[in-house]
């Protein structure tokens, strides 16, 4: 499974459907009867990794299913160059999953199809996300995910609420809630963020909660509100993907809201939650982008010093209205700026972490890692998936995944935190990992 976390989804569904239909799932591809692989499309650098992961999969000499966003954009026009793929089943096509792989393989006879109330975890532990839509319609110039995933659509309440109750039955103790644009969530459907998140906040095994992908100028106070400190409140972790800081690229992306609003919902947010940890995305060599626009975007990170950012350079993609915009920016200025963005943020990073040196927080125990003799571990601090670093848990005494305990940072880097254990807070119900070393 490639690409994102909502990607990660669609792959935990279709091997639900899979083994509700009676397939085995193989760990290693060399002992599989076929290979599926889901790809992502979202920039080059997915469509390039789309392409070296068949390639690399072709080598078994088993036949492969490709499904995603490359083969919903790109199957047709690479079918033919492609002939170790059997069945290419593009994203707008899963409803149909049964009948395609029953046509590409006369030796099957699957039925029924993809449940988005039956998921089989990729990683099995006690944190999860839970994708509340599917689509965008912002409509920035840079991305092709409205053409690819299409229009904004919110997973019905009901429906969301069924796999709330099944993930707390089963364990999970960090929920993080994705989509295409999160902060839309619920405009189409009579309901909102807002309401979902109630409903959230009353799983009172949920320890964790976050948003990520929020879009800026999308978020009522009311949703603010719930970052609040109190007994039921929001993880204090905000993703913001802002992309730029410049009035002028920010108009040119087709982006709604102006610096100066970002930086009053960030004072905002910050008044209602002064130990918030904020995380955002900056693009850098968007077309037209001057080296005034550039020194703006940085003297904004200097301002706002977040406690993580993500950062890429802008890749013309087909299809997008910027892909034909004329003052495209040269590679090399935009590696370097890339690398002058990413230095700054570096040290901001670094300097924040150093101050978290002596603090406690509560840990969730997620595995262990051999190399460091040491287990991992998620807080309030970071996102799923060590997008933005990782926790480092030292502990005396055998942990379990799923254990809950207090922890104290001893030591920080760049962008991974070393805590050291300072009490077990709650052990788990169902352990699965024990203590290695």
Not at 31 to 39: E, Y
Not at 57 to 67: D, E, I, S, T, W
Not at 83 to 104: D, H, M, R, S
Not at 246 to 252: A, C, F, G, V, Y
């Amino acid at each position: 499974s490639l690409g994102c976390a909502k990607n990660l989804v669609d792959s935990e569904e279709i091997i639900s459907f899979l083994k509700r239909s009676g397939a085995t799932i193989v760990p290693d591809p060399k002992n599989a009867d076929l290979i599926f692989i889901n790809t992502c499309a979202f920039i080059e650098a997915a469509k390039k990794e789309a392409i070296d992961t068949i390639l690399e999969m072709a080598k078994y000499g088993k036949p492969l299913v490709v499904l995603g966003c490359f083969a919903q954009r790109y199957g047709k026009a690479v079918a033919s160059e492609m002939p170790e793929v059997k069945c290419w089943i593009p994203f707008g096509t899963y409803g149909t999953i049964a009948q395609q792989l029953n046509a590409a393989f006369p030796n099957l006879d699957l039925s029924g199809g993809i449940d988005a109330t039956k998921r089989e975890f990729a990683y099995p532990g006690p944190e999860a996300y839970l994708r509340i839509a599917e689509g965008c319609n912002d409509f920035c110039t840079f991305c092709a995910i409205p053409y690819i995933r299409g229009r904004f659509h919110s997973v019905p309440l009901p429906l969301l609420e069924r796999q709330m109750d099944d993930m707390e039955k089963g364990g999970i103790r960090s929920l993080t809630l994705i989509a295409q644009d999160t902060s839309m969530y619920g405009r189409d459907i009579g309901t909102s963020l807002t309401a979902l998140v109630q409903k959230c906040l009353q799983h009172p095994r949920f320890n964790w909660v976050k948003l990520m992908y929020l879009y800026p100028d999308e978020i009522p106070d009311s949703l603010i509100e719930f970052y609040a400190d109190s007994e039921h409140s929001l993880t204090p972790y905000f993703d913001l993907p802002l992309q730029h800081a410049s009035d002028h690229i920010l108009k040119r992306m087709n982006r709604r809201g102006r610096e100066q609003d970002y930086v009053e919902l960030l004072d905002k947010v910050r008044t209602k939650r002064p130990d918030i940890v904020l995380r955002t995305t900056m693009m850098v060599g968007f077309p037209g982008e001057t080296d005034e626009d550039f020194e703006e975007l940085l003297r904004f990170v200097e301002k706002e010093k977040f406690d993580h950012l993500g950062a890429f350079i802008y890749n013309r993609e087909e299809g997008t209205p910027a892909y034909s915009f004329k003052d495209q920016v040269p590679a090399k200025i935009k590696k370097e700026r890339l690398d002058a963005l990413m230095k700054l943020q570096a040290g901001i990073s670094y300097s924040l972490n150093k101050a978290r040196i002596g603090r406690k927080y509560k840990v969730l125990i997620t595995g262990y890692d051999a190399g460091n003799l040491a287990y991992k571990g998620i807080s309030d601090l970071f996102a799923p998936d060590d997008i933005d670093g990782k926790l480092y848990v030292f502990s005396d005494d055998p942990l379990s995944v799923g254990d809950i305990v207090e922890a104290e940072i001893v030591n920080a880097s760049v962008y991974d935190l070393d805590a050291k254990v300072v009490r077990v807070l709650e052990k788990a119900e169902r352990p699965t990992t024990d203590h290695i070393g």
